[in-house]
C-alpha cells in the first residue's frame, strides 16, 4: 500500500510551494538586486515543473511530482534556493510514493539547510523520524525522536514513541530510560500504568542487565495486575527474590508458605507437606491440621507422604484440641507475662484457627506491650494476623515496620506488596526493601 503524506507534510509543502512562486515572480518582475542584499529567487522555468508538482502532490500523485521535479531538476545549475525548494517538495513525494529511504535522506538534507525556517524544524524532525520508524530504521528514528523533543516538539504520542523506537533498536539503557519515565509520570498523576509498558520497561531493564530496576518493576507488576494472565508469574518472582539465600527459622520460613498460599490463592500439593511440618513444628497444630485435611481429601499425597501425612494430622488433630481447651488459660498467662511475645504467639494461633478479627487483636496487644524478643518477627506476624482479618491497610503499615534487613525484611517485604495488591493501592507503590 503507498504511503500517505499527513496532513503536516502537506501543509509544509504549500509553504514551500507559496514562498517559490514568490521567488520565482521575483526573478521575472523585479530589477536585479543589490549585490549586497541577495534574494532568494527561482527562475521562471524552474517554477513551472516546481508548481506542477505541488499541484500533483495535492493529489497525493507522489510518483508524477517526481517526474515533474526531475524536469526542474534537469535545468542543471540550481542556484542553493531553487535545490532547497527541490528537496523540500521531492522529500514529501518520495514519502507519498513509498521510496522511504530517499525521502529520509532528502528530510536529512533540507533539515540542515540554512534556508530552512526555524519554526518548520520541529515538524520537519517529527516527519523524519516517523519515516524512519516506518522504514524500521530504529537507531536513527530514535535520535530524530530526541532532537525533535530538543527542539520543543511536544506531541504526547512521540514521547510515547521514543521508549519503543529505543527499545526496536536494541538499546535497552534508553529505552528503559525512557519507559521509566512515563511509568513515573503516570503514578506521579495517581495512574496505573498500562500492564504492557511495565511488561515493557521490566524487559529493558533486564536486557540492560538493571538488576534493581527490574525487581522494583516486577513488583509494580504484581502490585497492579496480581490477576491477571501473568499475575502469577510476577509474584513468583517477587516470593522467589525475597527469599533466595536467606537462612530462615521454621517459625519464619513457615510464613513464606503462607505468603505463597495467599498471593496464588491456593498451597501446592507439591508443598503441602512441607508446609504442614513446619507449621507444626513452629507450634501452628491448627493450621498443620488444616493444611493435611485438605490434602488427604484431594488426594494430594501419594506413595510414602500419605503414609507421614496421616501421621502427621494425627498428632497436629490432638495438638490442637489441646491448644483449644487450653485456649482461655493460655490467654490469661500471655496477659499477665512480662513481655509481649506470649499475645504475640497466642494471637497468630488464633488467627491460624480461624478468627483472625481477634488474633489480630491479641498480636496488636502483644507488640504494644514490647519488651519482645523478637520484635521484627513480632511485627510481621502482626501483619499476618491482620491481612488474614482483611484489615489490608494496617496490614502493610506492620509489614513497612519491619525494621530488620535480610529474609525476615525481605519476607516483609513481599508481604506488605501483597497487602498493598489487596487494597487496590496500585498507584502508589511502596519502596523496595533495602536488601533487595
Not at 417 to 424: D, E, H, P, R, Y
Request: aromatic share 6%.
Amino acid at each position: 500500500m503507498r504511503a500517505q503524506p499527513s496532513r503536516a507534510l502537506l501543509a509544509l509543502i504549500l509553504a514551500a510551494g507559496l514562498s517559490g512562486l514568490a521567488g520565482a515572480a521575483g526573478a521575472a518582475d523585479a530589477p536585479a538586486a543589490a549585490a549586497s542584499a541577495p534574494v532568494d529567487t527561482a527562475r521562471p522555468e524552474f517554477a513551472k515543473s516546481f508548481t506542477a508538482a505541488q499541484e500533483l502532490m495535492k493529489e497525493n500523485k507522489g510518483a508524477e511530482a517526481l517526474a515533474e521535479l526531475k524536469q526542474a531538476e534537469a535545468l542543471g545549475n540550481l542556484n542553493a534556493y531553487e535545490t532547497y525548494l527541490l528537496l523540500r517538495v521531492r522529500g514529501p513525494a518520495e514519502y507519498a510514493a513509498g521510496d522511504l529511504p530517499a525521502a529520509a535522506k532528502d528530510f536529512e538534507t533540507v533539515l540542515a539547510s540554512e534556508k530552512m525556517p526555524a519554526a518548520d524544524k520541529p515538524v520537519m524532525m517529527k516527519a523524519l523520524a516517523e519515516i524512519l520508524y516506518t522504514d524500521k530504521q530504529y537507531p536513527q528514528a530514535a535520535a530524530w525522536i530526541q532532537r525533535y523533543l530538543d527542539a520543543g516538539g511536544n506531541d504526547p504520542q512521540v514521547k510515547e514513541l521514543l521508549a519503543q523506537t529505543y527499545y526496536l533498536a536494541k538499546d535497552y539503557p534508553n529505552a528503559a530510560k525512557a519507559f521509566g519515565v512515563q511509568v513515573d509520570a503516570l503514578y506521579k498523576a495517581g495512574q496505573v500504568p498500562p500492564e504492557k509498558t511495565l511488561r515493557l520497561l521490566a524487559s529493558a531493564q533486564s536486557q540492560a542487565n538493571d538488576d534493581a530496576g527490574y525487581a522494583r518493576t516486577m513488583e509494580r507488576l504484581a502490585v497492579a495486575y496480581p490477576k491477571g494472565e501473568h499475575g502469577r508469574d510476577y509474584w513468583a518472582d517477587v516470593i522467589q527474590r525475597a527469599t533466595h539465600g536467606e537462612r530462615l527459622s521454621d517459625r519464619v520460613y513457615v510464613d513464606v508458605y503462607r505468603l505463597k498460599a495467599a498471593a496464588f490463592g491456593q498451597v501446592a500439593d507439591s508443598e503441602r507437606l512441607t508446609y504442614a511440618s513446619l507449621a507444626m513444628r513452629a507450634g501452628y497444630p491448627a493450621e498443620s491440621k488444616k493444611l493435611l485435611d485438605d490434602g488427604i481429601a484431594r488426594k494430594a499425597f501419594a506413595g510414602s507422604d500419605a503414609g507421614e501425612a496421616t501421621k502427621l494430622r494425627d498428632q497436629a488433630t490432638r495438638a490442637a484440641a489441646a491448644d483449644k481447651s487450653q485456649a482461655s488459660a493460655n490467654e490469661s498467662a500471655a496477659r499477665s507475662a512480662p513481655t509481649g511475645d506470649a499475645l504475640v504467639n497466642l494471637g497468630l494461633l488464633t488467627a491460624l484457627d480461624g478468627d483472625a478479627s481477634k488474633g489480630a487483636t491479641l498480636v496488636d496487644q502483644g507488640v504494644s506491650k514490647g519488651s519482645l524478643k523478637a520484635a521484627d518477627e513480632a511485627r510481621l506476624h502482626q501483619g499476618v494476623t491482620l491481612f488474614y482479618a482483611g484489615r489490608f491497610a494496617d496490614a502493610q503499615k506492620a509489614f513497612d515496620g519491619v525494621k530488620a534487613g535480610g529474609g525476615v525484611g525481605g519476607l516483609a517485604h513481599a508481604w506488605s506488596l501483597l497487602a498493598q495488591a489487596q487494597s487496590g493501592g496500585a498507584a502508589t507503590p511502596v519502596a523496595a526493601a533495602a536488601s533487595q
